[in-house]
């Protein structure tokens, strides 16, 4: 066996570069998830400079969200080849690139392109890497720091709603595009603080030393085994085999399919793409629901902020809530009651009629929101583990970005068709609500089968004759174990010479 890493990382730190990897991580998140809300001040004006109706100016953010999420495998795999820092570093050139071209377009299909695509493709590269490197970090204070990173988006959203109409008033919204392009550059300096940590990443530079040291020991010692080996295979027979790998094994390589035979995280994915269809319509429509019933710019952009500042104490509150002994072990009833929660705020929406209605109503959605975003990975590590998350994480925003698409067009189309803001915010209501519904029923089933299941487990373990079959088996197993041990010893004396010899004693 390869000698022990000296100076690297046994498992997550739970601290120390961790926190700053969380700053870094809630700046890029911020910029993921609140610049398609916070672009939404610009509608009114693009609508009408353009001449579109409300659900064409809906694709915008929609198709940037979807693709925010629809990227999540290719994220993934970039993230599982390269790692999070330059993945993340190159989304936020994309990001810039994206909406610096987006200032020159001429037509609402080449927004479509610009602010949809692109920017929405530099974001998704900043989005997942942010997740996955927390995942890394972190195990028992996973989730406050999950809920700590997630409070950039709020922080973002309540910056930019105000920035946002500032900037409209002075340069346009040509001008403030290109000006947002340039603030995008900020996700490349959060990518450059995701510092690597793994198995294969030294973290104490004042260790190269003793790693150097370890790699020409290893190095050594897997030449000297090339060469004893009877069974050694040449190089040009391994390049074969592995050229020979079709696209679906390498693929999955990157991308673990076996999880769509996980009982939890079809019942988490089938929950999620539900909740969906109505969870980003509202907060894209709010401010031009404010001034389309005659509230003036800056108050209708201080509903977002309001919202945001809520969302922004609500998040690592219900971090450390989540955290907690008490519900931690039964943490995707709290995700099904947020959930859920979220959807009535909705359905109550359309008794909000003035100014004040509208700030009540933007304080609960606030809280709402939060309580489901500090939420959203938290939930899915814990149905599937950390070393399988970052394929969770990717298989999952693939499907739900069907449903992140269709969402707010479907609530333009609503309000096109009736004139009236209310049926959208029922629509969005009632779908959340259904979705905490059946989350929370299909939770209370799949925890019921994980007891049943660890039962008979125990059970299977306690029972004699299992245990006395498995005893006959581990003496067979020994017994051969030991004759291949008498076999290889002398392979095994000649490696430990060439690690004394490594090694200069």
């Known amino acids: ?76 795999i970039l993230v599982n080849r390269y790692g999070s820092r330059p993945v993340v570093i190159f989304g936020g050139l994309l990001c810039g690139i994206g909406m610096v071209s987006a200032a020159f377009c001429t037509s609402i299909l080449q927004l479509y392109i610009c602010v949809g695509f692109i920017t929405g493709f530099g974001l998704a590269l900043n989005l997942q890497p942010s997740v996955i490197i927390i995942g890394k970090y972190f195990l028992k204070r996973r989730p406050i720091a999950n809920g700590l990173a997630m409070a950039g988006s709020p922080v973002m959203l309540c910056t930019l709603a105000p920035l946002n109409q500032f900037l409209f008033d002075n340069f346009g919204w040509r001008g403030s595009f290109l000006i947002l392009g340039a603030i995008l550059l900020n996700c490349c300096v959060a990518g450059a603080l995701f510092r690597p940590i793994g198995a294969a990443t030294a973290l104490v530079k004042t ?28 190089i040009e027979t ?17 991308l673990d399919f076996s999880l769509f035979k996980h009982r939890g995280f079809l019942i988490y994915l089938i929950g999620n793409v539900l909740m969906f269809l109505g969870f980003f319509a509202p907060i894209v429509f709010l401010a031009p629901y404010a001034k389309h019933i005659g509230i003036d710019e800056y108050s209708a952009a201080f509903l977002l902020s309001i919202l945001a500042i809520v969302d922004m104490i609500a998040r690592p509150t219900t971090g450390i809530i989540a955290n907690s002994k008490w519900v931690r072990p039964r943490i995707q009833y709290f995700f099904s009651f947020a959930i859920a929660f979220n959807g009535a705020c909705h359905l109550l929406c359309p008794l ?71 049926y959208m915010f029922i629509k969005c209501g009632a779908v959340m609500v259904l979705a905490g519904t059946f989350l929370f029923i299909m939770n209370y089933y799949n925890y019921r089968m994980l007891a049943k299941e660890e039962k008979e487990r125990k059970a299977k373990e306690e029972d004699p004759k299992s245990v006395r079959t498995e005893n006959e088996g581990g003496n067979n197993w020994n017994k051969e174990t030991v004759q291949d041990r008498l076999e290889l010893e002398p392979l095994r004396e000649e490696q430990e010479g060439l690690k004394k010899e490594a090694n200069g004693t």
Do not use: H
């Not at 391994?238 to 990157?254: A, S």
């Not at 590590?381 to 449903?403: K, N, P, W």
């Open 352 to 422: 909000a009629s003035g100014y004040t209605g509208l700030v009540v109503y933007s304080i609960f959605f606030g809280l709402a929101f939060g309580m489901v975003c500090a939420m959203l990975f938290e939930t899915l590590m814990d149905l599937v583990g950390a070393t399988r998350f970052t394929s969770a994480v990717g298989l999952v925003t693939i499907v739900e970005c069907c449903t992140i698409l269709l969402g707010p067009p479907i609530g333009g189309t609503l309000i096109d068709t009736f004139g009236d803001y209310k």
């Open 238 to 254: 391994k390049m074969e085999e592995e050229g020979g790998k079709d696209c679906c094994e390498k693929i999955n390589q990157y």
């Open 207 to 234: 260790q190269v030393t003793e790693e150097g040291k370890d790699a020409l020991k290893e190095e050594v010692t897997k030449d000297a085994m090339e060469m004893s080996s009877p069974t050694n295979v040449p």
């Open 1 to 76: 066996p390869p000698p022990a890493n000296v100076g690297r990382a046994p498992g997550p730190p739970d601290g120390g570069w961790g926190w700053v990897v969380v700053f870094g991580a809630f700046v890029s998140i911020g910029f993921a998830y609140a610049f398609p809300k916070g672009i939404a001040i610009f509608f009114k004006e693009i609508q009408d400079f353009f001449g579109t109706s409300y659900s064409e100016i809906a694709w915008v953010s929609s198709i940037m969200l979807a693709t925010t999420y629809g990227a999540g495998p290719i994220s993934s």
